[in-house]
């Protein structure tokens, strides 16, 4: 089945110890975002990537990267995680119809980040 | 700001009840209306998609949208205690390819036996 894969699914950190979640899509979907969701909120919307552009939120930490070697992969890198930065990880994908970008998302299991 | 609101809940229904879940949203350029499910500890699932003022049905949901009123709603008939969950009402805003979804905090669920 196409799918969105996210890896790990549960990803524990030490204080300032870089991380990097990864995000794969069988769908071949042009589009890819990333979001973090913390408890009772809303997702919020990181960054996310148009074929190779990249499109980075306003508020969005420069302690947060994201890297897309290809189509299928996408990368979110925290360069220094935070104690803050504890939240479950979402990564989304999306797909172009005639040239335009189809608003409907679909999401990969998430990835729980945990900083002790 | 855009904003898109919905009552936090939680909204308590029967088992066999129809649950009404409401959205507003502030963005009149806005297109595509979303509703996703969100289970405790899971990613967002989507529900139903709807564009047009009228209403959409997909089985035991229904979503309904009017543009006017900035006002979209989803309606769960025949509740089953499987349908207890978040839900996330998301619009869209922003020009071309650089649209993104608002998200609001959602609506809890709990559908009592």
């Known amino acids: 089945d196409a799918m969105v894969i996210q890896n790990p699914r549960y990803q524990v950190t030490q204080f300032g110890k870089p991380v990097t979640l990864s995000c794969s899509q069988t769908?071949?979907?042009?589009?890819m975002y990333w979001y973090q969701q913390k408890s009772s909120q809303a997702p919020k919307l990181l960054f996310h990537?148009?074929?190779?552009?990249?499109?980075n939120e306003a508020d969005t930490p420069d302690n947060f990267q994201s890297r897309r070697p290809n189509t299928s992969f996408c990368f979110l890198d925290i360069r220094s995680p935070g104690l803050g930065d504890a939240a479950m990880y979402l990564c989304?994908?999306?797909?172009?119809?005639?040239?335009?970008?189809?608003?409907?998302?679909?999401f990969g299991p998430g990835t729980r980040l945990t900083v002790l | 700001q855009k904003e898109v609101e919905q009552n936090s809940g939680p909204l308590s229904v029967p088992e066999g009840a129809i649950a009404s879940l409401n959205c507003t949203y502030s963005?009149?350029?806005?297109?595509?209306f979303f509703w996703y499910r969100q289970y405790s500890g899971k990613s967002p699932e989507l529900i139903m998609f709807?564009?047009s003022n009228g209403d959409k049905e997909d089985g035991r949901f229904t979503a309904q949208l009017n543009k006017a009123s900035q006002y979209v709603s989803l309606l769960i008939r025949d509740s089953q205690p499987s349908d207890s969950a978040t839900y996330l009402c998301?619009?869209?805003?922003?020009?071309?390819?650089?649209?993104?979804?608002?998200w609001g905090l959602g609506t809890s669920l709990a559908v009592n036996p």
């Open positions: 989304a994908t999306s797909r172009t119809l005639q040239g335009a970008v189809s608003d409907t998302q679909y």
């Open positions: 769908l071949n979907h042009n589009v």
């Open positions: 990537y148009y074929d190779k552009d990249f499109n």
């Open positions: 963005d009149r350029g806005s297109q595509s």
């Open positions: 709807i564009y």
């Open positions: 998301a619009v869209t805003t922003g020009p071309g390819n650089n649209r993104k979804l608002i």
